[in-house]
C-alpha cells in the first residue's frame, strides 16, 4: 500500500469512515489539497515542523523525521500547534467539527512528515516533496478508490 492510500484511508477513517465511493474520492481530493495548503501556508516541511516545535512537541517532530516509529499527537495538540483558525478553517472546508479537523491532521500529519523526510532530515527535496503532495495524491486516487 502506497503513501496516499494509506493516507486517504486515514482520513477517511478520520472523519466518518464508511464513505461511498463518491464520498470517498470527494473528501480525498478535499483533504490532501488542503494538508498541502497547511503545509505551504506553515513555510514548508521546516516551517510546520518549527510550529510543532514551538508547541513543545518536539520529541514528537523529531520522531516523524527520524527513522523510528511516529510519537502519536492528539487533536489538542495538533490545535495548539496551528492555532485556533488554521483549525476552524480546515473544519469549515471539510464540514466537520473543529475536534474532527484536529483529530484528523493528527492521524495523517506525522505519516505526511514521515514520508516527505525519508532521509531523516528536512531538505530542499522534502520541500520540493511537499509541494506536489496534491498532484501525486490526486494521481493515486483512482487507484485507491478502485479496490
Given at each position: 500500500m502506497g503513501l496516499f492510500d494509506q493516507l486517504a484511508g486515514q482520513a477517511?477513517?478520520?472523519?466518518?469512515?464508511?464513505?461511498?465511493?463518491?464520498?470517498?474520492?470527494?473528501?480525498?481530493?478535499?483533504?490532501l489539497p488542503m494538508?498541502?495548503?497547511?503545509?505551504q501556508?506553515?513555510?514548508?516541511?521546516?516551517?510546520?515542523?518549527?510550529?510543532?516545535?514551538?508547541?513543545?512537541?518536539?520529541?514528537?517532530?523529531?520522531?516523524?523525521v527520524g527513522n523510528g516509529n511516529n510519537e502519536a499527537v492528539d487533536g489538542g495538540q495538533i490545535t495548539q500547534?496551528?492555532?485556533?483558525?488554521?483549525?476552524?478553517?480546515?473544519?469549515?472546508?471539510?464540514?466537520?467539527?473543529?475536534?474532527e479537523a484536529s483529530g484528523t491532521l493528527a492521524?495523517?500529519?506525522p505519516g505526511v512528515i514521515n514520508q516527505?523526510?525519508?532521509n531523516?532530515?528536512?531538505?530542499?527535496q522534502s520541500e520540493q516533496a511537499s509541494g506536489d503532495l496534491v498532484s501525486q495524491g490526486l494521481s493515486m486516487l483512482g487507484s485507491f478508490l478502485n479496490k
Open positions: 477517511l477513517n478520520s472523519i466518518g469512515g464508511n464513505e461511498d465511493g463518491d464520498n470517498q474520492s470527494n473528501v480525498v481530493s478535499q483533504v494538508i498541502s495548503g497547511l503545509i501556508n506553515q513555510g514548508g516541511v521546516s516551517g510546520l515542523l518549527q510550529s510543532f516545535q514551538n508547541a513543545g512537541l518536539s520529541d514528537q517532530v523529531a520522531s516523524w500547534a496551528l492555532g485556533s483558525g488554521v483549525i476552524g478553517e480546515f473544519a469549515n472546508k471539510l464540514g466537520v467539527s473543529d475536534e492521524s495523517i500529519l516527505l523526510t525519508p531523516g532530515e528536512v531538505d530542499e
